[in-house]
C-alpha cells in the first residue's frame, strides 16, 4: 500500500519557467490538498478538492493551479515560478468526513533561482 | 483572525527529560485536534489525534495530550525524551463545519533537539 506518493522530490526551476508537481493516492480518499512548509510559518493550505472534478483555494492559492480529473491523482501547477514559491510542498489526503486525519506525502522540495 | 499558536519554536533538553509542547487555538466552534510529527528529511505522521471523547489521548512513541476546551489548549507531552524524538513538531487543527472537513490550519512548528 503506497499511500500518498508524490514525485518529483527535488526540482530547481529558474524564473519563469513551469512545472507540475505530482501526487497520486491509492487509499480512495475524497479529499486531497497541497501544502507549503515554509520556515517559521507551519503549513499553509494552497488548494484542495473535495473529489473529482472539484477544486477550491485555500489559504495561499496564487501562483498555483489545480485539477482535479481522477480520484487518485491530484496534480500541482506552477505556471510561471518565482522565487517566492521556493519551499517544500506537501500533498494530503483523507475521507471526506467530520472525523477524519491527512496522510501526507513525502514532500517535493522545489528551489527557484 | 483564526490562528494556532505553538509557544516554542525551539526546544534543546537531555535524554530522558520530559517534554511538554504547548498548543493553543483561536476558533470558536467545535474542532479536531492534531500533533504531527516530522523527523529530519521525513513527511509528517501523525503523532496523536482528537476529535471526541476522553481529552486526555494517547498517541504512538509514548506521547500524550490533553485537551483543555476552557483554555483552548492541546499541549503534547511526554514523560521521557530519547534522542530519536529529534523532530519538527506540529499542531494542527481543523473545524468542525462542513465546508471545512479536511483543512487544516497549522501552528508555526517546535524543533525539538535531544541531546545525548
Known amino acids: 500500500n503506497a499511500g500518498v506518493t508524490q514525485t518529483p522530490k527535488f526540482q530547481v526551476l529558474k524564473t519563469g519557467q513551469s512545472m507540475t508537481l505530482q501526487c497520486a493516492q491509492d487509499m480512495n480518499h475524497e479529499y486531497m490538498s497541497w501544502y507549503r512548509q515554509d520556515p517559521g510559518m507551519g503549513l499553509r493550505l494552497i488548494h484542495y478538492s473535495v473529489g473529482a472534478g472539484i477544486t477550491d483555494q485555500g489559504e495561499v492559492p496564487n501562483g498555483y493551479n489545480v485539477s482535479r480529473s481522477t480520484t487518485e491523482d491530484f496534480p500541482l501547477r506552477l505556471l510561471s515560478a518565482a522565487p517566492s514559491q521556493t519551499s517544500v510542498y506537501f500533498c494530503?489526503?483523507?475521507?471526506?468526513?467530520?472525523?477524519?486525519?491527512?496522510?501526507f506525502g513525502q514532500g517535493t522540495r522545489l528551489t527557484v533561482v | 483572525a483564526q490562528s494556532v499558536s505553538q509557544h516554542n519554536h525551539h526546544v534543546i533538553l537531555s535524554e530522558a527529560a520530559s517534554l511538554e509542547l504547548g498548543c493553543n487555538y483561536s476558533y470558536g466552534g467545535t474542532v479536531n485536534l492534531f500533533w504531527y510529527v516530522q523527523y529530519p528529511g521525513q513527511h509528517l505522521q501523525l503523532l496523536l489525534k482528537?476529535?471526541?471523547?476522553?481529552?486526555l489521548v494517547k498517541g504512538i512513541k509514548g506521547f500524550e495530550a490533553e485537551f483543555i476546551k476552557s483554555k483552548f489548549s492541546f499541549n503534547l507531552r511526554k514523560p521521557s525524551v530519547q534522542w530519536s524524538d529529534t523532530a519538527e513538531y506540529f499542531c494542527?487543527?481543523?473545524?468542525?463545519?462542513?465546508?471545512?472537513?479536511?483543512?487544516?490550519?497549522f501552528g508555526a512548528g517546535t524543533q525539538v533537539v535531544v541531546t545525548p
Open positions: 494542527a487543527v481543523s473545524l468542525m463545519t462542513t465546508d471545512s472537513w479536511g483543512k487544516l490550519q
Open positions: 494530503a489526503s483523507s475521507y471526506r468526513g467530520a472525523h477524519t486525519e491527512a496522510f
Open positions: 482528537y476529535f471526541s471523547g476522553d481529552p
